[in-house]
């Protein structure tokens, strides 16, 4: 009976994950062209050779890696402050989880059009610039300015989701310990520094890797706002290796390619997993403690 239940799940995990994973693994290794198939040979570390020695690959590694260090601080300390201030609302609570959270059920192809015109030259970002005196900024028509733009598009997409785990987080501290130091007449930085964000460790580790893997994936956007320009930049790891195996069918290269990604995410995850392994038990014991 149970394998009745399981089997249909397993058989799609095969046919559609790690079938697929053992594929592109062994595809790395070849030069399997998708419109020659048969004249596919076996090439060892060729292809991760050439990916190394790829300008345009080390072009989109870096803008990936600029997007990160963008949109890791700037979305996480944007969900905090809105789980501080919501968590503080007495009116309207409801109305303003749900206004935030919008943005992240929405498509990023809807989304992406959407600030398409408000980053354009007559949009209604330019308007209220120009209205302050401040002349019209190029956004996503800069190679300058189009990276940090899709990452600021990217933060107000995202930050809903963070805000609903960290507002989790700030429901479930014990009031008792608030009580307990406006006894001792502490400030409310004091509060902050000394029980909210120990509180919140454990969440924040996890906030922090999620959206850092969920950064290095980035591809949707730049492929609808820029196309990967100006200049190649905007283009990203994921964008190089949609490109390389679908539009240039080398899908050994693009293989490859992927193979190096998942190195980054695997590593990502492993020190996810040290972090909150090592938070978690820290927070335990200082609980057992205060017991």
Known sequence: MGMAFFGPALLLLILFLFLPMLLTL???FTDYFALNPDLTHFVGLENYGKIFKDELFSSAFWNTLKFVLIIVPAQSLGALGLALLINKVT????YFKVAFFIP???SLAVVSNLWMQIYSPEGILNTLLSHIGIDAQPFIH???????????????QGVGYQMIIF???????NPALYEAAEMDHASGWQ??????LPELKPLCVFVFITITIGAFRMIVQPMVMTG?????STYTLVYDIYETGTVNWEIGLASAMAIVFTAFVVI?????????????????????KNR
């Open 104 to 106: 992240v059920v929405m």
């Open 228 to 232: 990967g320009g100006p200049s190649h």
């Open 142 to 156: 800069s190679a300058d300015q189009a990276l940090p733009s899709i990452a600021i598009m990217s933060v107000w």
């Open 268 to 288: 990502l995850t492993i020190i996810q997993t040290i972090l909150t392994k090592d938070k978690e038990g820290k927070h335990a014991n200082k609980k057992t």
């Open 167 to 173: 507002l989790g987080g700030l429901q479930a501290i």
């Open 191 to 196: 509060k902050f520094k000394d029980i909210t």
């Open 91 to 94: 009116i309207c609570k409801k």
């Open 26 to 28: 062994i595809f790395s």
